[in-house]
């Protein structure tokens, strides 16, 4: 009765490597066989609506602004890093320019002096167009509740979503990004101008 070694895969008086794995395939999952993919006969039909395709196409390629207003915005430049990696979601190109961008994301407190740059930046972006407040601070004042900050860029810009947080961490950001998208994909239309319901206009401002 013989032993039999093949545990591994290693036939016996075979010489191996020492640096090789001890198990190429996990106990607990079996592994795939390949499976062929057989070409389709004609042309495949894909059945969809107008409108569906331009906002998938819109989410996948959003294009924020090159705006950042306080340490917020250190979080912001993360997820550009090779650790979070917003390129995965189609949003790494930021702008310079905002004639060029669709997403706003105002990362940090808004004060008194900076909310007319910050509209007139908003009023410059071609239309559609999407707002992402991130952190408390831009979201609600934060812990600068005084006359010099504005609490809430609601009061200045149509904000689609809001990131909580002092700062927020890139994966939140993330997580909001991909709320927004779906918010886009689902057609639902951002919320109404605070200064056209107010019938207000911030010096300096295209509105």
Same mark, same amino acid.
């Given at each position: 009765? /013989?032993?039999?070694?093949?545990?591994?895969?290693?036939?016996?008086?075979?010489?191996?490597?020492?640096?090789?794995? =001890?198990?190429?395939?996990?106990?607990?999952?079996?592994?795939?066989?390949?499976?062929? #993919?057989?070409? @389709?006969?004609?042309?495949?039909?894909?059945?969809?609506?107008?409108?569906? #395709?331009?906002?998938?196409?819109?989410?996948?390629? !959003?294009?924020?602004?090159?705006?950042?207003?306080? $340490?917020?915005?250190?979080?912001?430049?993360?997820?550009?890093?090779?650790?979070?990696?917003? +390129?995965?979601?189609?949003?790494?190109?930021?702008?310079?320019?905002?004639?060029?961008?669709?997403?706003?994301?105002?990362?940090?407190?808004?004060? =008194?002096?900076?909310?007319? =740059?910050?509209?007139?930046?908003?009023? *410059?972006?071609?239309?559609?167009?999407?707002? !992402?407040?991130?952190?408390?601070?831009?979201?609600?004042?934060?812990?600068?509740?005084?006359?010099?900050? #504005?609490?809430?860029?609601?009061?200045?810009? @149509?904000?689609? =979503?809001?990131?909580?947080? $002092?700062?927020?961490?890139?994966?939140?950001? !993330?997580? &909001?990004?991909?709320? !927004? *998208?779906?918010?886009?994909?689902?057609?639902?239309? +951002?919320? @109404?101008?605070?200064?056209?319901?107010? /019938? *207000?206009?911030?010096? &300096?401002?295209? &509105?």
């Amino acid at each position: 009765m /013989g032993i039999d070694l093949d545990i591994h895969g290693i036939q016996p008086g075979e010489q191996t490597n020492p640096w090789a794995p =001890v198990q190429y395939v996990s106990n607990t999952q079996t592994p795939r066989a390949p499976r062929a #993919i057989d070409r @389709p006969d004609g042309f495949g039909v894909l059945l969809t609506q107008v409108n569906k #395709i331009l906002d998938w196409s819109r989410s996948s390629s !959003l294009w924020p602004a090159t705006f950042g207003l306080a $340490c917020c915005a250190i979080e912001m430049m993360s997820t550009s890093a090779s650790r979070w990696d917003i +390129s995965r979601f189609g949003a790494e190109v930021f702008r310079a320019s905002p004639r060029q961008a669709d997403l706003m994301i105002v990362a940090g407190r808004l004060s =008194v002096k900076m909310a007319p =740059v910050l509209r007139r930046i908003y009023d *410059q972006m071609p239309e559609p167009k999407w707002v !992402l407040s991130m952190g408390a601070c831009a979201s609600c004042g934060g812990v600068f509740n005084n006359y010099a900050i #504005i609490q809430g860029v609601d009061k200045v810009v @149509p904000v689609d =979503v809001y990131v909580p947080g $002092c700062p927020p961490t890139p994966d939140m950001l !993330l997580h &909001g990004l991909n709320l !927004l *998208q779906e918010k886009i994909r689902k057609h639902i239309p +951002s919320p @109404p101008d605070p200064l056209a319901v107010t /019938g *207000q206009k911030y010096l &300096g401002s295209e &509105g």
